[in-house]
């Protein structure tokens, strides 16, 4: 079976930074992605991790660390438009590229 | 411009009747994906298909049915034996068998369908 945790709801101010974390148990692991969705819009891909280390990207960075089942995605200098639901998802390893999606975070920034 | 496109945006449908969502998609991928997302839920995976004619269950796939007959193409039907169908649904394609994030799975802006 598989397991995705992400707390459910967070909060940070304007120009903070904010760690949001994933823990997984999943019966197969081919890497990690974190996906950004926005309330009743479609999820737009953020970032992906197969090898233990941070990876940046300007505001936004992903940490993994595979013998811990363990990611944290990373944004810092918040603005306002940040505020949206962050999914951790597993790509599993079992032949077909399906994901395994988080319940996902709901991050609120306020001014 | 290449991309996912999903019809309507809204649909509200009666209970008891079937009915079919579209997805379309120009990235000439060749996976594409079902996804059901309910309030506080997450996305679950309804039906995925790899190739053309050709189609796999997901987590949650009763009272759902698909068809890949072209390429472009990936329609959803909810039936009547869905319990609960009012949620919002996302397809999505990619391109597997490429490593790393060439799998990377592209969204469609999504249905929200309402049973009355």
């Known amino acids: 079976g598989q397991n995705i945790d992400q707390p459910t709801e967070m909060t940070a101010t304007e120009g903070a930074i904010v760690q949001i974390n994933c823990t997984y148990q999943?019966?197969?692991?081919?890497?990690l992605f974190w996906y950004q969705q926005h309330a009743g819009e479609a999820p737009t891909f953020l970032s992906y991790?197969?090898?233990?280390g941070l990876e940046e990207k300007g505001r936004f960075s992903s940490f993994l660390s595979r013998s811990k089942g363990y990611s944290y995605l990373l944004l810092k200098e918040l603005q306002m438009k940040d505020s949206a639901s962050y999914l951790c998802?597993?790509?599993?390893?079992?032949?077909?590229?399906?994901?395994?999606f988080g319940k996902g975070t709901m991050l609120l920034v306020s001014p | 411009d290449g991309g996912i496109t999903q019809s309507p945006k809204y649909l509200f449908r009666k209970e008891g009747q079937n009915v079919t969502l579209s997805c379309e998609q120009n990235?000439?991928?060749?996976?594409m994906y079902w996804y059901r997302q309910d309030p506080g839920q997450g996305l679950r995976l309804i039906y995925y298909?790899?190739?053309?004619?050709?189609?796999q269950k997901g987590d949650i796939a009763e009272g759902y049915s698909v068809s890949r007959e072209k390429k472009e193409s990936f329609p959803l039907t909810v039936t009547s034996a869905q319990k609960n169908p009012t949620a919002f649904y996302l397809c999505?394609?990619?391109?597997?068998?490429?490593?790393?994030?060439?799998?990377?799975?592209?969204f469609g802006p999504g249905t929200r369908l309402t049973v009355l």
């Open positions: 999505a394609s990619s391109n597997p068998g490429l490593a790393g994030r060439h799998n990377e799975q592209f």
């Open positions: 999943t019966s197969g692991f081919n890497g």
């Open positions: 991790n197969v090898l233990d």
């Open positions: 998802a597993v790509w599993k390893d079992s032949g077909y590229s399906t994901l395994t």
């Open positions: 990235l000439n991928h060749d996976a």
């Open positions: 298909s790899q190739i053309v004619n050709d189609f």
